[in-house]
């Protein structure tokens, strides 16, 4: 499995970015996929899951409201849509897959990582 992210960059507060993930190398179909972060200094948190089968999606509450999870099967990938910013969501943003129809906000339980892209927020 490969999972290749893209889309951080330098965002101003109240602005907007958008972050994609390219899945490759598995049918994804019963799979759930997952936007982590690191912020600096600081452990991997959740972000939001999007389950393929059902396209439920769930959010970590500092996040709800203000970003978007979806998906588009056909093309194996994922977007994080990051609206209304702010300092706190500086990070490193990660995207994540589990072999599984459950969403298990752990990270420690994460099947396959994709490499990080950097978001930085400014004041």
Same mark, same amino acid.
């Given at each position: /499995?490969? @999972?290749?992210?893209?889309?951080?960059? @330098?965002?101003?507060?109240?602005?907007?970015?958008?972050?994609?993930?390219?899945?490759?190398?598995?049918? &994804?179909?019963?799979?759930?996929?997952?936007?982590?972060?690191?912020?600096?200094?600081?452990?991997?948190?959740?972000?939001?899951?999007?389950?393929?089968?059902?396209?439920?999606?769930?959010?970590?509450?500092? /996040?709800?409201?203000? &970003?978007?999870?979806?998906?588009?099967?056909?093309?194996?990938?994922?977007?994080?849509?990051?609206?209304? @910013?702010?300092?706190?969501?500086?990070?490193?943003?990660?995207?994540?897959?589990?072999? &599984?129809?459950?969403?298990?906000?752990?990270?420690?339980?994460?099947?396959?990582?994709?490499?990080?892209?950097?978001?930085?927020?400014?004041?």
């Amino acid at each position: /499995v490969q @999972l290749q992210a893209s889309g951080g960059g @330098l965002a101003q507060a109240g602005g907007s970015l958008r972050l994609s993930c390219a899945a490759s190398g598995r049918d &994804f179909s019963d799979y759930s996929m997952y936007w982590y972060r690191q912020p600096p200094g600081k452990e991997r948190e959740f972000v939001a899951a999007l389950r393929w089968k059902t396209g439920k999606s769930y959010y970590a509450d500092s /996040v709800k409201g203000r &970003f978007t999870i979806s998906g588009d099967s056909a093309k194996n990938t994922v977007w994080l849509q990051m609206n209304n @910013l702010n300092p706190e969501d500086t990070a490193v943003y990660y995207c994540a897959a589990d072999p &599984f129809d459950v969403v298990d906000t752990a990270p420690t339980g994460i099947f396959y990582w994709g490499q990080g892209t950097q978001v930085t927020v400014s004041s």
